[in-house]
């Protein structure tokens, strides 16, 4: 499988404290975005970062990408209970429009 | 607002029938896509289309089928071959991918559950 893996499968977390998720791949690729579901709803788009960006932020959002270890990292600092959502990574190759979704990550942040 | 529309948003058929699920986006995007998720993993891509009558595969595409007549609309019809149906089935689209410049961002619609009675 071509899938990228996120780590850990499911997080639960107390409000204000920082929320971190790993995903991996296995493929080269030109860029590698971060995505959100709600239960039951459609994924909503929360950060790219291209191969070579080593660090993007958005907000409480920080995302890293280590592409010698095929790796990322999206950290969410105070987190609340709101951000309780599934977590997936995408990448995808240069100019195709094959993307690739890791497993997720659920985060549980408790009230 | 622009956005994907996706329906029925919950849909049961008995074995052996075929169904059709329907996706419009008014994002003037070119690209269209299916993807299927199931409990507990990653979204699988069924089919993508990058301009209007031309589609490719996507890694499960056996038992499905599309068609893209226009620009906005993405249907996918879930046929009898399919041998597990049951799923969560998301549209996207995104804007042209240009060749060297990337992947660009996809926007989602809000899904269509699947049940197979």
């Known amino acids: 499988s071509q899938q990228g893996e996120e780590d850990p499968q499911a997080l639960s977390i107390q409000e204000g404290e920082n929320a971190t998720m790993n995903c991996s791949y296995k493929?080269?690729?030109?860029?590698l975005q971060w995505y959100r579901q709600n239960s039951g709803r459609g994924l909503v788009h929360l950060i790219l970062?291209?191969?070579?960006?080593r660090e993007k932020h958005s907000g409480r959002l920080r995302v890293t990408l280590d592409t010698s270890k095929k790796s990322s990292s999206l950290l969410i600092t105070a987190s609340r209970a709101a951000d309780t959502a599934s977590y997936f990574c995408a990448t995808a190759f240069s100019g195709t429009y094959k993307y690739i979704f890791g497993t997720g990550t659920r985060l549980k942040v408790l009230a | 607002d622009g956005g994907i529309t996706q329906s029925p948003k919950y849909l049961f058929r008995k074995e052996g029938q075929n169904v059709t699920l329907s996706c419009e986006q008014n994002?003037?995007?070119?690209?269209m896509y299916w993807y299927r998720q199931d409990p507990g993993q990653g979204l699988r891509l069924i089919y993508y289309?990058?301009?209007?009558?031309?589609?490719q595969k996507g890694d499960i595409a056996e038992g499905y089928s599309v068609s893209r007549e226009k620009k906005e609309s993405f249907p996918l019809t879930v046929t009898s071959a399919q041998k597990n149906p049951t799923a969560f089935y998301l549209c996207?689209?995104?804007?042209?991918?240009?060749?060297?410049?990337?992947?660009?961002?996809?926007?989602f619609g809000a899904g269509s559950r699947l049940t197979v009675l």
């Open positions: 994002l003037n995007h070119d690209a």
């Open positions: 970062i291209r191969s070579n960006e």
């Open positions: 996207a689209s995104s804007m042209r991918v240009e060749e060297g410049s990337g992947a660009n961002v996809l926007t």
């Open positions: 493929t080269s690729i030109n860029n």
């Open positions: 289309s990058q301009i209007v009558n031309d589609f």
